[in-house]
């Protein structure tokens, strides 16, 4: 069964770092999504993109924040300048096109630490 | 977006069927109620989605009275591997982002 993949497993930086974190989305997916969950807290979306374009993102997803699809494939989150409560899980997901429900999947996460 | 309001903890014996009841007043006419499960580390997995009445699928079902103001995910025959968050999302189908509250933390006793 096709899968989301995202890599590193876990990162560890520097405050002021930038980070860039990746993911392979299912294959015949076309909309993309960024979601972070603090430790113990809820899962919040962060952006979804869609044919090469930010289609909506949340009051999280400041200037400091960029979304890019390089490739066919990858689809990356940058963090210019990372500061300590950037600290979190990062989930990305794919959902295929003209879905007839709420399902997107998940990739297993990235792990943010911030020092 | 619908608020939405869960337990915030369940426990439960292995065997046993599970019900967790959301409630969302303020449910709008084109807005679809699904749920999500969340092991540990891993990111969240669609379990199911309904607009009225029941639902079912291999994992669970999902019950819907007519005014649509709650919802309730029943699993049967729970096991250890079913220990998870279980979260509500209430909100138009083809949704661009999901909208996760706090969920209910299942947790299933030998």
């Known amino acids: 069964e096709p899968e989301v993949t995202q890599t590193p497993s876990h990162q560890v930086t520097q405050m002021g770092q930038e980070v860039i974190l990746r993911c392979v989305p299912i294959?015949?997916?076309?909309?993309f999504y960024w979601y972070r969950q603090i430790l113990g807290q809820k899962v919040e979306f962060l952006v979804s993109f869609y044919n090469n374009e930010i289609s909506e993102k949340s009051e999280i997803f400041d200037d400091q924040f960029s979304v890019e699809r390089p490739d066919g494939s990858n689809f990356t989150l940058k963090i210019r300048s990372t500061k300590l409560e950037d600290s979190a899980m990062y989930f990305c997901a794919s959902s295929p096109p003209a879905t007839p429900n709420n399902e997107q999947f998940f990739g297993p996460g990235t792990r943010l630490t911030v020092l | 977006l619908a608020k939405t309001t869960q337990p915030i903890s369940m426990d439960s014996y292995e065997g046993q069927e599970v019900n967790i009841t959301c409630s969302h007043n303020?449910?709008?006419?084109?807005?679809?109620i699904t749920w999500y499960q969340q092991f540990p580390s891993q990111g969240p997995r669609f379990i199911i989605q309904?607009?009225?009445t029941k639902v079912t699928n291999e994992v669970a079902s999902l019950f819907i009275p007519a005014d649509r103001k709650s919802s309730t995910l029943s699993l049967p025959r729970v096991s250890l591997s079913d220990t998870a968050v279980y979260y509500c999302?209430?909100?138009?189908?083809?949704?661009?982002?999901?909208?996760f509250g706090t969920g209910t933390r299942l947790t299933v006793i030998p």
């Open positions: 303020n449910i709008a006419t084109n807005d679809y």
């Open positions: 309904g607009y009225k």
């Open positions: 294959s015949n997916h076309l909309y």
């Open positions: 999302l209430v909100g138009p189908t083809g949704a661009n982002n999901l909208f």
